[in-house]
């Protein structure tokens, strides 16, 4: 009998704990209960009333596919080109001239609508058969086809027909850039075009480090040139955290004020982080790392073509940072347009970024209220 007591006894222990556990949830759910789905909503649509309040725009408002409003004459060559004249896109290109951050986002916007129809492509190509401009704009939307094919899904997802078709249309990009490159020898664009070849074809380091040279012995800070190889070095494709970091952290370091590349150790940190917290982006080394890239904003050219790109970063940072008056200054200088990182890779990207944006206004009128 003694035996059987102690067994008993034994397996009392784990009961009781149970029902103690149950008297806590219990007691703990009487006196401070979890807010249910209904509270949540009514939260969620305050936040919306007050940003609404300051003029910012609802989700359904906002772009997807761009991550700021373009200039009148992009947009004005961009609706020529779907219309099938291409003179308007020759001009402007031509006009650019030798600035190369404007020339290579210039070319990627042109480049993918060619990769959807290329009528107007052709025509400009036909009237003028050496055009170093018509070039790169077929060799960047070769690039850009190549990936269309692929899809955006992981090569889990990637059928054996959608892969064959990515590689093929890959490798007949490098003549198409080769002949870009050989038409206007002191552009960097099909170059930067090459980096998104190299990450699809998986070129080895050494390879990538010698295109490397070839695009910062044109352009040494080219911020496009820069993100582009940043994805290359990340551990999802062809390096790691570690060499991602490296080189996020060196091109900063060595980059003039403006150039917008202090963007890149946020991005690193960004590919990276698979944390359920905001702990690693509060560390000293994150917030200088933001800092940084609030000087980098402020001295940049305010019409150059990726500042958006990092104030979208900094609005996001500067949220998860408690810093929510200085996030919502970001967010009134690019709400409209979300086709950026952090919310570019969320299929819910415009819900998403009106959420964490929402959120922000909210905890700033209140900080506000509290005098500070």
């Not at 103690?20 to 949540?40: Q, T």
């Not at 570690?242 to 150039?259: C, D, H, M, V």
Request: contains cysteine; proline residues 6%.
């Amino acid at each position: 009998m003694t035996v059987l007591f102690w067994i008993l006894g034994i397996l009392a222990v784990p009961t009781a704990i149970f029902l103690l556990w149950l008297l806590w949830v219990f007691l703990k759910e009487l006196f401070s209960p979890s807010p249910d789905e209904g509270d949540a909503e009514a939260e969620a649509a305050q936040a919306a009333k007050a940003a609404a309040k300051l003029g910012l725009l609802p989700a359904e408002r906002q772009d997807t596919d761009l991550a700021a409003p373009l200039p009148e004459p992009w947009t004005a060559a961009l609706a020529a080109v779907r219309g099938g004249d291409w003179r308007p896109a020759a001009d402007l290109l031509a006009a650019v001239g030798r600035d190369w951050e404007r020339r290579s986002a210039l070319a990627y916007l042109l480049a993918d609508r060619a990769a959807e129809e290329d009528a107007w492509l052709l025509a400009w190509e036909a009237a003028r058969p050496d055009d170093p401009d018509a070039a790169v704009v077929r060799a960047r939307s070769t690039v850009i086809l190549a990936w269309k094919i692929r899809g955006a899904k992981t090569a889990k997802y990637t059928t054996q027909e959608q892969a064959e078709g990515f590689h093929r249309t890959l490798v007949s990009a490098r003549e198409e850039i080769a002949r870009a490159a050989a038409l206007n020898p002191d552009d960097p664009t099909p170059f930067v075009a090459e980096i998104w070849v190299a990450l699809g074809l998986g070129y080895p380091n050494a390879r990538m480090d010698e295109l490397w040279t070839e695009i910062t012995s044109r352009a040494p800070h080219h911020y496009e040139a820069h993100f582009s190889a940043l994805q290359y070095w990340c551990a999802k494709w062809r390096g790691s955290e570690r060499l991602a970091r490296e080189f996020a952290e060196r091109a900063a370091a060595g980059a003039p004020l403006g150039s917008l590349l202090t963007a890149l150790p946020l991005i690193a940190h960004f590919e990276h982080d698979e944390s359920d917290d905001t702990e690693a982006d509060n560390t000293p080394e994150m917030r200088a790392r933001v800092e940084a890239a609030l000087a980098d904003a402020a001295a940049a050219d305010p019409s150059h073509p990726r500042l958006p790109e990092l104030r979208h970063l900094l609005a996001y940072y500067l949220h998860l940072q408690g810093r929510n008056e200085a996030a919502l200054e970001q967010f009134r200088l690019v709400d409209g347009h979300v086709n950026a990182l952090p919310w570019r890779y969320r299929g819910d990207m415009a819900d998403y970024y009106c959420r964490v944006r929402n959120t922000a206004v909210e905890l700033a009128e209140e900080t506000a209220a509290a005098g500070g």
